[in-house]
């Protein structure tokens, strides 16, 4: 069974440049969930997908954020403009729909804005 | 508002030694977590806690619950090269329905030097 997987592995991009990081969870995985660690920090939680629907963003940091899940399979984080402070991993992580399941973690898309 | 602590951050010790890695968080919890990461690498589930006294053991790691002071440890026992990683506790708020968003420790990087 193929795990968790995320598109790009590094992206270094210019302050005020758009970009996209996609997920794609297990196979059959109702929830998403996407967190980030910013150099030094703890990992935290963004936002959780049921599905297609936006369970909980209570951890989107702004407005220059926008995760969608069409269709209840991958996820994009789209991230426009870009500010230096973004920089940082962004994980992914999903888990079946049963609350007792735990959440498996992608490897990470390690972005840098220059 | 949960808070996860975790220490030592760093962590350098020789083959064959033992040492302990602390989580203490700061309200109450559903279930305790203890990841590792290597280098690029997702997050590994290693074990998954869930009530007062639980205690796990896989290997040369074993980890335990102690709900009423809010602390979990990560005891290794004879430690090999193959366990340099960084090891992280994530705690899950209790579960009101809502989503099971993680609050995850700063994590500790284990260096075991031959």
């Known amino acids: 069974e193929a795990g968790v997987t995320q598109f790009p592995s590094h992206s270094v991009i210019e302050k005020g440049q758009t970009v996209t990081l996609r997920c794609d969870p297990i196979?059959?995985?109702?929830?998403l969930y996407w967190y980030r660690r910013v150099m030094g920090k703890e990992i935290k939680f963004l936002l959780h997908?049921?599905?297609?629907?936006?369970?909980?963003e209570s951890g989107m940091p702004n407005n220059r954020f926008l995760a969608e899940r069409t269709g209840g399979t991958y996820s994009t984080l789209k991230v426009q403009p870009a500010e230096l402070e973004d920089s940082g991993v962004y994980f992914c992580?999903?888990?079946?729909?049963?609350?007792?399941?735990?959440?498996?973690f992608g490897p990470g898309t390690r972005l840098t804005v220059t | 508002e949960l808070k996860v602590e975790q220490n030592p951050l760093f962590l350098s010790m020789q083959e064959g030694k033992n040492y302990t890695i602390y989580c203490n968080y700061s309200?109450?919890?559903?279930?305790l977590y203890w990841y590792r990461q290597d280098p690029g690498k997702s997050l590994e589930s290693l074990f998954v806690?869930?009530?007062?006294?639980a205690v796990k053991q896989e290997g040369r790691l074993m980890a335990s619950l102690d709900t009423k002071a809010r602390l979990s440890t990560l005891h290794i026992t004879a430690a090999v090269h193959d366990l340099s990683a960084t090891y992280f506790c994530a705690v899950a708020p209790p579960w009101r329905g809502g989503s099971e968003k993680l609050v995850f420790g700063k994590g500790t990087k284990l260096t075991v030097n031959p």
């Open positions: 992580a999903s888990r079946l729909r049963d609350r007792e399941g735990e959440q498996y």
């Open positions: 196979s059959g995985h109702d929830n």
């Open positions: 997908f049921v599905k297609e629907s936006k369970q909980d």
């Open positions: 806690l869930l009530s007062n006294g």
């Open positions: 309200t109450t919890s559903d279930r």
